[in-house]
């Protein structure tokens, strides 16, 4: 995969996470003067920034690891049903089309980011979902219990139908990477078994005479 492109998903993925979290630390840690903290990291601006860039990609590995943790189980079960070479790992079938083949390995890694992005983006906005009821249950002074049932209602109801679309456009896009992986390696590999099987002919006419 182009080195770049994965260091982007990964920093896509770490600043979803960050939002959780600061929804999650900011009640239990509250900073009542932003201004006079932001002064204390004067001049240090682009040492925090490099900080911060680093723990943002960190951040995005693991959560990309739990993602992948997670879907694989959903990932194996349609592989079960589009790729027909069941003793061949994904992973060889698709150093072997992109060795040879750039512009298809380009598309392989695009539509593999785009993957990533999304099975992470899952775990990143059920955790928001949920950050977000414990931000407004410690800050928000609601008038009745009754407003913040419907509040929490309203938030973790939008939480799911975003879940849900999601979901789906995850297990389309595992479909269309399966199946393009499926469709390039078998047409590939078609000049191979039919020059295998021409040549088992030949010698099999050959052993007649």
């Known amino acids: 995969m182009n080195t770049t492109l994965l260091f982007v998903e990964l920093l896509i993925i770490g600043l979803e996470g960050w939002i959780w979290i600061f929804l999650f630390t900011s009640p239990l840690f509250p900073i009542k003067n932003y201004p006079n903290m932001l002064l204390i990291f004067k001049d240090w ?6 900080i911060f860039l680093a723990l943002t990609y960190v951040l995005g590995v693991i959560i990309d690891r739990i993602a992948d943790w997670r879907v694989r189980p959903l990932e194996k079960k349609h592989r ?5 070479d069941n003793t061949t790992p994904i992973s060889v079938m698709r150093f072997s089309l992109g060795t040879q083949n750039d512009f298809l390995n ?3 890694d695009y539509t593999r980011s785009r993957l990533r992005i999304m099975r992470a983006s899952i775990l990143n906005i059920i955790a928001i979902t949920i950050a977000l009821c414990f931000y407004l249950w410690k800050t ?3 008038a009745s219990t009754n407003y913040m049932m419907l509040t929490f209602g309203i938030v973790i109801l939008a939480g799911t139908i975003v879940v849900y679309l999601s979901h789906r456009t995850l297990v389309s896009l595992i479909k269309a990477h399966l199946n393009l992986i499926q469709n390039m390696y078998e047409y ?6 039919k020059k295998s099987k021409r040549n088992k002919k030949t010698l099999k006419d050959s052993r007649t005479l």
Do not use: C
């Open 188 to 193: 590939q590999n078609k000049p191979i078994i």
């Open 45 to 50: 601006e682009l040492v925090i920034i490099a």
């Open 140 to 142: 928000y002074s609601f």
């Open 106 to 108: 380009q598309q392989l």
């Open 80 to 84: 079960a049903d589009i790729i027909t």
